[in-house]
Every structure is written in structure tokens, then in C-alpha cells.
């Protein structure tokens, strides 16, 4: 039978297993920081008033350039992260994932490298190996706050042609303070000119504000967003980036025709129209998230500081052994591979009270 390593596949992709997370059939699924919380009623009515109204045109390619989701975006983004963003500073794609993976068809590619400080997001490697791009793996501390100094030394030493910064972190929950990442961003504007990309995914769940504002006056710094987590349209595939406005210049020379549909486009601007309700449930989900920090740290668990809608703890001889135990007790979490560590996503109050009586009960276990 032929297997992939079978095939005139490209030597960098040999041996490598696609990015995801298990999916099983369980009571309790809290293993892909996916916001739990269903969309309002309201929402949905309205979604469908919009995509009834694209549908009419569907015989019609959508708007190339997604000017009226774009010059939403751009307020949403002025409004909440205290920072004016017109719509030439905002670009959109089918998720933050697409938006990255432009990026580094843009400014990565064969010859190039992008720098990541790890463990951080594995698509932010795995995107940079599909475009061909290097990658190199930079470090972090124990605590897996991001060292300034060796961060700067593996800069200066590699030249990167990207470099990534995750705040919050996942899978650790850890945000990035602003002095972090403008020493790095001077770092890589010295070593060569490098773009900087810092990626907020889960920023609308941070004790902190965003670190958007620091796109000014910095024409190399992107900061990329995504409406999956905040806005619980995760199945929307919705991201987008805030950048100087020849940074989206240069994306669009990558991007492919008509890549948003316009069900996709109508579906986002309903949601957009709903932002207070939405962030609503963010609120709700913060409170969650620090209860489950409280209670963990009571059972006496390690819990990595979170400024995200997910919270990293242990520390365990045997991870894996652990991520079952709790999965025999009808409740997935994610063991990332980070040793020690495992990973829970904040779910409603029920199924965070389940989740606690599963590592209750896995703490006698192992005390017994």
C-alpha cells in the first residue's frame, strides 16, 4: 500500500503528521479552545438575513477586496483596542491561519527563515515548512516567558525574514508585554529588515490591553486576529490582520481571486453587528477561566499564568497517562506535547465543574 513517504512529496514535509486535535465523542470536549457558547438567536436570524441577501448574487463573483467587512473590521479594532485603524491598515482571509500563510508567501518563502519561540503555535512552523519557508525554533524560559536577551542573541544570530510573537501564547496562556516586542523589533529591524508578526488570537480574553497600537509608525509589524474564539465563529473561518497599509498592499500580490466568499463576508458582518453581546460571553468565559485557576491551584496543581480562554497545568510525570485518566471520566482536554503539561479550554460552568471533578479526582488517584 502506498504511503505518503511513497509519493514525490517535498523532503521538508517527510515524516511530518497534519496539525489537529483529537476528536472524540465525549461528554465533555474542553480540547480546542473553541468559545462554548452557542450564538444568540438574534444572531443567528440575522446571519441568515445576510446570506439570503448574498445569495441572490451568488451568480456574481464577491467583493475582491472585502471593503465593507474590512471598514467594520477597522472599527471594531479602533473601538476595542483604543487605537484609530482605517480600512487600508485592515486585510481579511479565511482565517488567521490564511492570513499567516499569505504573510509567509509574501515575506518568507525558499531562501528565507521565520523564527517562532516555543512551544507556541505549531501552525506558525507547519505554515512556514508548507511555503517553504525556514524555520527556526527560538527559545523560551521555564516558566515559558519569552528571554529578551536570548530571544535578541537568536535574532541577531539568524536574520530571520519573520519573526513570530504570540501573545497570549498558546499553548501556555502567557501574554507578551510591549517592551518584549519592541526590543525584538528592533532586533530585527537591525539584523536586517524582518517583519514581525504578533499574533493575537485570544487577545479579547487578556487581563491586557492589545498591543495593536504598536503598529504605528512601525511599517514591519503586523498584528494578526481572528474572529473563531471571541466571537464563537469558530466554524466561520474569519481572520484578519491590522498592518501598515503597504503591508496589505503586498498580501493582496499573493492572495487568491475571490478568496472570501460572499456568504463568508455576510456571515462576518452580521457578526460584527453583534459585538456587545459577543463580548459579553468573553466576560463570562474570563470569569470562568480564573475560577478554574483558583480551584486548580487549591488542588495543588501548577497552573501557567492565562491571558487567554485557556489555561496550561500540571505538572505530571506522565502527561499523556494524565490527558486519559481525565478522558476515562468523559472529559477531553489537550495534551500538546509540552512535557508535564496539559491543556483545558474554559467551557460553561457545567462542564468546568466536570472538568474539576475529574482532576479531583485524579489527584486522590495518584495520592492513593
Do not use: C
Not at 461528554?27 to 468559545?35: A, D, F, G, I, S
Not at 473590521?73 to 483604543?82: E, N, Q, S, V
Amino acid at each position: 500500500m502506498t504511503g505518503i513517504d511513497d509519493l514525490p512529496i517535498r523532503d521538508e514535509l517527510r515524516g511530518k503528521t497534519p496539525y489537529g486535535a483529537p476528536q472524540l465523542d465525549v461528554p465533555v470536549q474542553l480540547n480546542t479552545n473553541e468559545n462554548p457558547y452557542e450564538l444568540p438567536p438574534e444572531l443567528v436570524a440575522r446571519i441568515a438575513e445576510r446570506v439570503a441577501d448574498a445569495a441572490r448574487t451568488l451568480n456574481r463573483y464577491p467583493d475582491r477586496d472585502a471593503v465593507e467587512l474590512r471598514t467594520e473590521l477597522a472599527a471594531y479594532l479602533t473601538r476595542t483596542a483604543k487605537h484609530p485603524v482605517a480600512r487600508e491598515n485592515v486585510w481579511a482571509a479565511n482565517g488567521s491561519n490564511e492570513v499567516i500563510q499569505q504573510l509567509l508567501q509574501t515575506f518568507g518563502g525558499p531562501g528565507r527563515t521565520a523564527i517562532g519561540f516555543e512551544p507556541s503555535y505549531s501552525m506558525h512552523a507547519l505554515i512556514s515548512r508548507g511555503t517553504g519557508t525556514g524555520w527556526i525554533s527560538g527559545p523560551r524560559r521555564e516558566d515559558f516567558t519569552i528571554d529578551v536577551a536570548a530571544a535578541r542573541q537568536a535574532i541577531a544570530e539568524n536574520a530571520p525574514d519573520v519573526v513570530f510573537i504570540t501573545s497570549p501564547n498558546n499553548p501556555t496562556g502567557t501574554a507578551v508585554e510591549a517592551e518584549t516586542v519592541l526590543a525584538l523589533y528592533e532586533a530585527a529591524q537591525a539584523a536586517k529588515p524582518s517583519l514581525v508578526v504578533v499574533d493575537e488570537a485570544y487577545v479579547e480574553f487578556s487581563h491586557r490591553d492589545s498591543l495593536l497600537p504598536l503598529i504605528e509608525g512601525r511599517p514591519n509589524l503586523v498584528v494578526s486576529r481572528t474572529m473563531s474564539k471571541a466571537f464563537g465563529a469558530a466554524g466561520l473561518r474569519l481572520g484578519y490582520l491590522a498592518a501598515d497599509p503597504a503591508v496589505v498592499d503586498a498580501v493582496q500580490l499573493v492572495r487568491l481571486p475571490y478568496h472570501l466568499s460572499a456568504v463568508t463576508q455576510a456571515t462576518a458582518l452580521a457578526a460584527l453587528e453583534h459585538t456587545d453581546t459577543l463580548l459579553g460571553y468573553v466576560e463570562q468565559l474570563k470569569a470562568e477561566r480564573d475560577r478554574l485557576v483558583v480551584e486548580l491551584r487549591a488542588l495543588g496543581y501548577e497552573v501557567t499564568e492565562s491571558d487567554a480562554n485557556f489555561i496550561q497545568f500540571g505538572k505530571f510525570d506522565d502527561a499523556h497517562t494524565a490527558w486519559q485518566q481525565i478522558l476515562d471520566q468523559g472529559v477531553l482536554v489537550r495534551d500538546n506535547g509540552v512535557p508535564g503539561w496539559l491543556r483545558v479550554t474554559a467551557g460553561t460552568p457545567a462542564e468546568n465543574d466536570a472538568f474539576l471533578e475529574a482532576v479531583r479526582a485524579l489527584k486522590k488517584e495518584q495520592h492513593a
